[in-house]
């Protein structure tokens, strides 16, 4: 069992927890993840890990409460435990010959953005980092953005707060006004990473985006994160999450991971918390 000795809520949907998970903090990296069960009924779910803190044993989560297995981790509190915190999986970002990085975090997406450009600023590379919110209302980790940066750029789409307009928006100006960048890394919804890949394929930039397929036991074993790559099949659990934008197959990606949003609906709308049906059956 795993408890959650920290919670904070960052804005309406998403929640920051540290959990005490001493093994995966001891040897966790910047782009890894791990993966949770609330219960022993529970689904096994993918997380980016957000932080660490080797001394104190603690790994730092952050996520948006969209599906049920999220919404029941976002109801627990702190001194709470959940089942299963098994990590750290998957390849680090590689932050090693690099001088010069853009760092493109897009919502909740930012907050897998954070430990990476943290990495990169703390290996001593020259760091700009783009963030994008819909509105100010849902802005995370500015602060910690500002630290693990040498120039921030925040982004809103209605312009409620920082510049107005999406991070493709800002990426492109920097490209055209003559940035030279060894790499850029997309962190985001799916169509976010696209267009990023789209707008820096002109100018030659390398570009690695970290995606977030359907995945199940996180080994390799399920083959459920396949991804195309290349035109090669590869396994985000193993072989990334980390790859080459300029040639991921987004459109598989995208169909592949809209596949099950209808059911899912359906278990949120139509579950119960089984002590609140034994309440009700004790009533009745």
Not at 100 to 116: L, N
Request: with cysteine.
């Amino acid at each position: 069992m795993y408890k959650i000795v920290r919670k904070e809520e960052l804005n309406s949907a998403v929640t920051l927890m540290e959990i005490e998970a001493p093994f995966v903090a001891k040897k966790a990296k910047a782009g890894q993840f791990i993966i949770f069960r609330i219960d022993d009924k529970g689904e096994r779910v993918p997380l980016t890990i957000a932080g660490y803190d080797r001394e104190k044993g603690t790994v730092t989560i952050i996520f948006q409460k969209v599906g049920l297995s999220t919404k029941m981790l976002g109801e627990l509190q702190e001194g709470d435990y959940i089942q299963d915190f098994v990590g750290p999986l998957g390849k680090p970002t590689d932050v090693e010959g690099k001088k010069r990085v853009c760092v493109v975090g897009g919502g909740v997406g930012c907050a897998i953005a954070y430990p990476s450009a943290k990495a990169f600023k703390e290996a001593g590379v020259e760091v700009d980092v783009i963030v994008g919110f819909r509105s100010k209302d849902i802005v995370i980790l500015e602060e910690e953005f500002k630290e693990a940066s040498d120039h921030l750029y925040l982004m809103t789409d209605d312009g409620s707060y920082g510049e107005k307009g999406f991070v493709t928006v800002k990426l492109q100006e920097l490209l055209e006004a003559g940035n030279q960048y060894d790499e850029v890394l997309a962190i985001g919804p799916i169509p976010m990473m696209k267009f990023v890949c789209k707008t820096t394929e002109p100018f030659g930039v390398k570009t690695i985006v970290s995606l977030n397929p359907i995945m199940v036991d996180g080994t390799g074993m399920c083959g459920g994160c396949r991804v195309t790559v290349g035109g090669e099949v590869k396994f985000a659990c193993v072989d990334g999450p980390d790859f080459d934008g300029h040639q991921v197959d987004f459109a598989e990606l995208m169909n592949r991971n809209g596949v099950y949003k209808e059911r899912e609906s359906q278990v949120v709308e139509t579950h119960m918390c089984r002590l609140e049906k034994l309440g009700r059956d004790l009533i009745q």
